[in-house]
């Protein structure tokens, strides 16, 4: 159980478009997504945490306007990248918290953005 | 604030030999401790946690930790290392009085050589 769904896997897009990571909760409502960037053989640095119904909130250094997060349901948050620049190449990781029970965090399988 | 040290980047070991993987962390209450595993280019799989009970967790795939709160350690270990077992490892806390956030280490490059 506790399984979170990220899509897509990877994505190559063109400097200058925008590109939506996806994470569904399957099993379990996920009332808190915590989104994670992480850059080659680098720890995990929390970007933002998104709430179901109500504003994300962003870690001092994220801008908010750049990476926008949508927490549309229990079962599902958006990671959009807008207007995406090579320096915005990195893997992205959800993660949400044990809900009932605790239980270990749930990370979906990552997305590896690539801006050409 | 909570904070994890991971003060090797990489540890290397041969095939059979007993590993161990350093963490060290900070929190103001009560500290809930995790291990994950990363390999190339996938989320973080979950090996074990510390929340309350005994000192000594067992997990996934043979690997336990050492919870000790005078040190404020949380090791890795495993008694016989599998090549299979090279991987990344992060260590994390989650601070029991205070939210969901969880707060990684720098992460330790595990190298298990035949």
């Known amino acids: 159980g506790a399984v979170v769904s990220q899509h897509p896997s990877w994505v190559i897009c063109k400097s200058g478009t925008s590109v939506k990571i996806e994470c569904r909760s399957l099993d379990f409502q996920a009332t808190t997504m915590f989104w994670y960037r992480q850059f080659p053989k680098q720890s995990l640095m929390l970007m933002a945490t998104?709430?179901?119904?109500?504003?994300?909130?962003?870690e001092q250094g994220v801008e908010k306007d750049k990476f926008l997060i949508n927490h549309a349901s229990l079962t599902l948050s958006t990671l959009t990248v807008t207007s995406a620049h090579p320096e915005d190449s990195s893997f992205y990781i959800c993660?949400?918290?044990?809900?009932?029970?605790?239980?270990?965090?749930?990370f979906g399988s990552g997305t590896r953005l690539t801006v050409v | 604030a909570q904070s994890v040290a991971q003060p090797e980047d990489q540890v290397n070991v041969a095939e059979g030999n007993p590993l161990t993987v350093k963490c060290t962390y900070s929190?103001?209450?009560?500290?809930?401790l995790f291990w994950y595993v990363q390999y190339p280019n996938r989320g973080l799989q979950f090996l074990l946690k510390y929340i309350t009970g005994d000192n000594l967790v067992k997990g996934s795939y043979g690997f336990e930790a050492e919870f000790n709160k005078s040190q404020t350690s949380f090791h890795l270990k495993k008694p016989s290392a599998l090549v299979s077992d090279s991987a990344l490892y992060f260590c994390?806390?989650?601070?029991?009085?205070?939210?969901?956030?969880?707060?990684f280490g720098g992460g330790t490059r595990l190298m298990v050589k035949p």
């Open positions: 994390a806390v989650r601070d029991g009085g205070a939210g969901n956030m969880l707060t």
């Open positions: 929190v103001s209450g009560n500290p809930y």
């Open positions: 998104s709430n179901e119904g109500s504003k994300a909130t962003y």
């Open positions: 993660s949400a918290p044990p809900g009932g029970s605790f239980r270990g965090y749930t």
